[in-house]
């Protein structure tokens, strides 16, 4: 079995062109994926420029790995970590 990792980054929409990428305001990352592991899990952590936290973003992010990881990963359970102190990051890791 191999370990594998997947980093996107968050970026907000290009004004010119919404399909396009514009400034990136911070990255989300999956890992601990184990290739053909019978109980398919992974850990994320998720970072945004402060002047973008509060807003939605971290939401809105988190939803979209979630679905790559379950639809189009195979996994069974997302699994994420965060400092005790980050009480924003835990309501929003509960809410999503």
Request: charged share 20%; proline share 3%; with cysteine.
């Amino acid at each position: 079995m191999r370990c594998i990792s997947r980093s996107l980054a968050i970026c907000l929409p290009d004004i010119h062109d919404g399909n396009l990428p514009g400034q990136a305001i911070g990255f989300m990352k999956l890992f601990d994926l184990i290739a053909g592991a019978p109980h398919r899990k992974a850990t994320f952590s998720l970072s945004l420029d402060q002047a973008y936290q509060g807003q939605g973003y971290g939401a809105e992010a988190l939803n979209y790995l979630c679905k790559i990881g379950f639809m189009y990963a195979g996994l069974h359970r997302i699994q994420g970590k965060y400092v005790t102190l980050n009480k924003s990051a835990a309501k929003c890791y509960e809410k999503v």
